[in-house]
């Protein structure tokens, strides 16, 4: 069972709109949560991380929100530019990692922003 | 330059071959991470290096999966008798330290085809 799934799979939104992509994750204990941007043909690029004591966090025109007790995250983005499209991961620390960085990455959102 | 920078961008290779991927990362960098993604899919872990240190090789799916960092700056993965399934994208990342939280930056990835 992935341990950290994504919702919707694809979405496509009109520019200028706002939209919100789900995460859930079952990883325990959690260590932080991040979101990367990931263009098509490029490595992901890290847009927010969260630590469990954190429930908001923001980058600009993206949001991102954390409930640990239900272990649910979104990505709000708004105002939405033709340069969004990409897809979104939603990453989990490993927590039995040993001490390093060891990431457990969800299967993302593709997001098409059209004009 | 600036960033992770990985070779070839591109591999097509014939069922059986043997192939090797560079990974350069950005210098200084402690940390060196391997991940796997498979089309529409997140990316996932294969191997961790601290330095010259193979730390972690859980990943790696068989023993024909290879890694080394013998400089503790540039790593090389090699895929010997390649198959089918070897066909994805391998993305390189590299963090400045070791422990949980430090940010991964990552290369564009070497798309790897297996015919």
């Known amino acids: 069972k992935n341990q950290v799934e994504q919702s919707p799979q694809s979405l496509i939104i009109l520019e200028g709109k706002n939209c919100t992509l789900q995460?859930?994750?079952?990883?325990?204990?959690?260590?932080?949560l991040r979101w990367y941007k990931q263009d098509t043909g490029r490595g992901p690029v890290s847009l927010t991380i969260?630590?469990?004591?954190?429930n908001t966090k923001s980058n600009g025109r993206y949001t991102a929100t954390l409930d640990a007790d239900t272990k649910q995250s979104s990505l709000h983005i708004t105002a939405s530019q033709l340069s969004d499209s990409a897809s979104y991961i939603c990453?989990?620390?490993?927590?039995?990692?040993?001490?390093?960085?060891?990431?457990?990455f969800g299967a993302g959102t593709r997001l098409a922003v059209h004009p | 330059g600036a960033g992770v920078s990985q070779s070839p961008r591109y591999k097509v290779a014939k069922r059986g071959q043997d192939v090797a991927l560079r990974c350069d990362p950005i210098?200084?960098?402690?940390?060196l991470f391997w991940y796997q993604q498979a089309l529409g899919q997140g990316p996932e872990f294969l191997t961790y290096?601290?330095?010259?240190?193979?730390?972690?090789k859980s990943g790696l799916p068989s023993d024909r999966f290879f890694a080394e960092r013998p400089e503790g700056s540039v790593s090389t993965l090699k895929i010997q008798r390649t198959q089918q399934e070897d066909s994805a994208v391998y993305l390189c990342?590299?963090?400045?330290?070791?422990?949980?939280?430090?940010?991964?930056?990552f290369g564009p990835g070497t798309r790897l085809t297996v015919l």
């Open positions: 990453v989990v620390t490993d927590p039995f990692s040993g001490g390093y960085n060891k990431l457990i």
């Open positions: 995460c859930n994750y079952t990883v325990s204990p959690f260590s932080n």
């Open positions: 290096f601290q330095n010259e240190a193979q730390l972690d």
């Open positions: 990342a590299s963090s400045p330290v070791a422990g949980v939280g430090n940010e991964q930056f």
């Open positions: 210098s200084g960098h402690v940390s």
């Open positions: 969260m630590t469990f004591s954190e």
